[in-house]
């Protein structure tokens, strides 16, 4: 079973960046379809960046396009994502998610979960 660990958040200014880890045990991330999602108080969780991991496709949703930008370093068994140009609407709990083993692509289901990070974008 896959276990996925973030680490990277915090509090941040308006236009200031972090970068969030996810850290992967159990698996080897080629092998599974991962992406970032978050979820704001009251909202339904939605995906903001996957990389599907077979043909290197990745996904970024339009409201971060520009400003967020998913990697991978697959010796570290882990992704990335590089938040840049940071405003309030981007406060929420982010998570990584990963789908099961050979199953690739961006679309659900995805079946194992971070504990979620907490960032907020606030002056």
């Known amino acids: 079973q896959v276990q996925l660990t973030e680490s990277g958040g915090g509090l941040v200014q308006p236009g200031g960046s972090l970068r969030l880890s996810c850290t992967a045990s159990?698996?080897?991330?080629?092998?599974?379809?991962i992406g970032w999602f978050r979820q704001a108080p009251g909202e339904d969780r939605e995906m903001i960046a996957c990389v599907s991991s077979v043909d290197g496709f990745t996904y970024v949703a339009d409201s971060v396009k520009g400003r967020f930008t998913i990697s991978k370093d697959l010796r570290k068994n882990s992704i990335y994502l590089q938040m840049n140009s940071l405003e309030p609407k981007d406060t929420a709990t982010y998570f990584c998610g990963s789908k099961g083993l050979r199953q690739y692509g961006c679309y659900p289901p995805f079946i194992y979960w971070g504990q979620g990070i907490q960032d907020t974008v606030s002056s």
């Open positions: 159990g698996g080897t991330l080629n092998f599974y379809g």
